[in-house]
């Protein structure tokens, strides 16, 4: 049964509750075992920070609906709407690892060093998933991209928690811990912590 009660809560408390949640599309299915949590326009992090645009509108929309943005231009990350109607929050699959259609997955991604890389990190599941920018907007119950909560793991599963990879915050990253993964999980993907990017000095002509 789709959990909808889950996803009105917002993305903080659904995030580690999403783990273990298989997310499909076609042939090709991913167990979640990395997320982040996206609170929309009470956090610098968000793409909703400011407020609804074209571009962020679907995550004002109802819980359950599918976020996705290109990442440097180039990459498409998936993300799961979360809160009530008008308040913008998601949750940012990660990593996971890939349960079904596994030979469909290796050839989406023909460069990965192995089937633990397969969907390590957020751009590589979209892509062994084969979600594009065109699916944003889907309903994640009927599809063509759909979440099975019966995959949950059991109460007691080792969650950890720590800063969102690569995002800048107020008072420093490790001030909000809305990374949640699985301890140990080979899936899991590296953290990286934002690196503020240099401003070049301008050249000095000689006199």
């Given amino acids: 049964m789709f959990d909808h009660s889950l996803l009105e809560q917002g993305a903080l408390a659904a995030a580690p509750a999403l783990l273990g949640v298989t997310i499909r599309h076609g042939d090709v299915a991913v167990r979640l075992t990395e997320v982040e949590a996206y609170l929309g326009e009470g956090d610098p992090g968000s793409h909703a920070f400011r407020g609804r645009t074209p571009r962020t509108a679907v995550m004002f929309d109802r819980p359950g609906r599918l976020y996705t943005y290109f990442s440097y231009g180039m990459h498409t990350c998936a993300n799961i709407v979360c809160s009530p109607v008008g308040i913008a929050s998601?949750?940012?699959?990660?990593?996971?690892?890939?349960?079904?259609?596994?030979?469909?997955?290796?050839s989406r991604r023909a460069t990965s060093k192995g089937d633990d890389d397969l969907a390590r990190g957020p751009a590589r599941l979209a892509a062994a998933l084969g979600i594009t920018l065109e699916h944003g907007g889907a309903d994640l119950e009927t599809g063509p991209v759909t979440l099975d909560f019966a995959s949950r793991p059991a109460a007691g599963t080792d969650i950890r928690s720590g800063p969102r990879t690569g995002v800048a915050?107020?008072?420093?990253?490790d001030v909000y811990p809305w990374r949640f993964w699985f301890d140990g999980d080979p899936t899991v993907s590296p953290y990286r912590r934002h690196v503020p990017r240099r401003r070049e000095r301008a050249p000095v002509t000689p006199r």
């Avoid at 949750?91 to 997955?105: F, S, T």
């Avoid at 915050?169 to 990253?173: F, K, L, W």
Wanted: aromatic fraction near 0%; charge should be negative; glycine fraction near 18%.
């Fill in 90 to 106: 998601a949750v940012l699959i990660r990593a996971g690892e890939v349960v079904d259609g596994i030979d469909v997955a290796r």
């Fill in 169 to 173: 915050m107020p008072g420093g990253s």
